[in-house]
């Protein structure tokens, strides 16, 4: 996993969401393959875009509190946020440049 | 027996492998359904040599052409890959395990998509393709698994141990009597019709049949075709892109050990000839691996 990705939890995941203009959070679980698909392309981007949009990872099965404040029913799921308000979020594996576009749409 | 060269897909690039293969005299297995390859119902018109034929006219003749070289057909989905002690374990649709030293995936692209009403509005909020991923979402709930093949038998069976009630929408199976029953019998309740539209507020709450019926469900998986070859290779240690393609060095090596791909699974252009091609070079690759050659 990619140093500029930070693993979330029920209790720290409103803090790194306040504390960033733009937040990318991928919902995943061990057992979903799409998410093991879509991981190395979000280690990727996060190296990319460092310093403009803060990624991080939920694992909703040891963190159901998160996902079911945000209705979570697929994984993979990247929530994103700007400055803290929830943005359309993208469901499924998307291509690398889709979801680089959508975040550069956003800043 | 263990195998040297197993295929997996019974289109163009998969039967050129196993003609390759089997011709230079390596134990092969074809597995696959060729009405289930995109060269099928397609009309040929730039394949090399051929002015115009149809796709299964070439199927058919390539079909012969591979058991003329010595391969065996088998037309039965993959369903399971796993890998021990050096020999892959293929698990077919009837329960029948092949073992084999390698593996070709020459499975093509599937087809995800339903286009029905509701489909994409409901993406994500109660709409879902992949059972296996997102079934601890619909505990006790009822749920509706729209299919004809292996990867809605699958899926129907997997959500019995979480959905209060499941339905099984399929005018005509495609998988085999094996997970049929398999299915049937931890609960699953067919039901003959096809899918029309899906229905909601901010969430799924039915799913509305051609024949008028409506299903309360706040679930509805859609899982055509056969199980994925992307679902499976994964259980290899292939990490195949969004697109689902894999991909593949000029040998056609997939990356991990003794895997190959070939044909439209390893991406554009989505040609005969670009089939027949990597199919030639897999089966070579392959034959090559497993004879120590």
């Given at each position: 996993m ?6 979330l ?45 803060a ?53 | ?18 003609i390759?293969a ?5 134990s092969?297995l ?27 006219e ?13 391969a ?21 649709e ?74 099984w ?12 029953e398999?299915a ?9 019709a ?16 051609s024949?008028?019926r409506?299903?309360?469900?706040n ?5 055509l ?5 992307t ?8 990490i ?6 894999i ?13 190959f ?14 089939a ?15 004879r120590?050659?």
């Open positions: 990619s140093g500029n990705i930070v693993e939890t029920d209790n720290n995941f409103d803090s790194f969401v306040e504390s960033h203009p733009l937040v990318l959070i991928d919902c995943w679980a061990q057992w979903c393959k799409p998410c093991h698909m879509l991981a190395p392309i979000l280690d990727e981007l996060a190296d990319e875009l460092a310093g403009k949009v990624f991080g990872k939920l694992n909703v099965d040891e963190n159901p509190g998160i996902s079911y404040r945000f209705n979570i029913s697929a994984i993979p799921t990247m929530l994103i946020f700007k400055n803290g308000v929830l943005q359309e979020p993208l469901i499924g594996v998307r291509p690398k440049e889709d979801i680089k576009r959508y975040l550069l749409s956003k800043m | 027996m263990t195998y040297d060269v197993a295929v997996l897909g019974m289109g163009a690039a998969g039967l050129q492998a196993a390759t089997a011709r230079k005299k390596a092969t074809v597995l696959g359904k060729p009405e289930d390859s995109a060269l099928w119902s397609a009309e040929v018109e730039n394949y090399f040599g051929v002015p115009r034929v149809k796709g299964r070439l199927v058919s003749i390539a079909m012969e052409q591979a058991s003329a070289f010595g065996e057909l088998f037309k039965e989905d993959a369903i399971a890959l796993s890998k021990e002690e050096g020999v892959f374990t293929i698990t077919s009837s329960g029948r395990l092949i073992q084999s030293k390698t593996l070709v995936f020459a499975s093509g692209i599937s087809r995800k998509k339903l286009n029905i009403p509701g489909e994409k509005e409901f993406f994500g909020k109660g709409v879902s393709y992949c059972a296996s991923c997102d079934c601890n979402f619909y505990k006790g709930v009822p749920v509706a698994i729209i299919g004809e093949g292996s990867e809605a038998a699958i899926s129907a069976e997997l959500m019995t141990n979480y959905a209060s009630r499941v339905y929408i399929v005018e005509t199976p495609q998988a085999s009597e094996h997970l049929k398999r049937v019998s931890a609960g699953v309740e067919l039901v003959a096809k899918p029309k539209e899906i229905v909601g507020d901010s969430k799924v709450a039915a799913l509305i049949l024949n008028g409506r299903l309360a469900v679930g509805v998986f859609i899982e075709g056969a199980r994925s070859s679902d499976m290779a994964m259980d290899l240690g292939i195949p892109d969004p697109e689902g393609t991909k593949v060095d000029r040998n056609c090596r997939t990356g991990v050990e003794a895997i791909a070939c044909g439209d699974i390893t991406g554009k252009p989505w040609q005969v000839a670009k027949v091609g990597e199919g030639c070079v897999a089966g070579t690759e392959a034959a090559a691996m497993a120590g050659v």
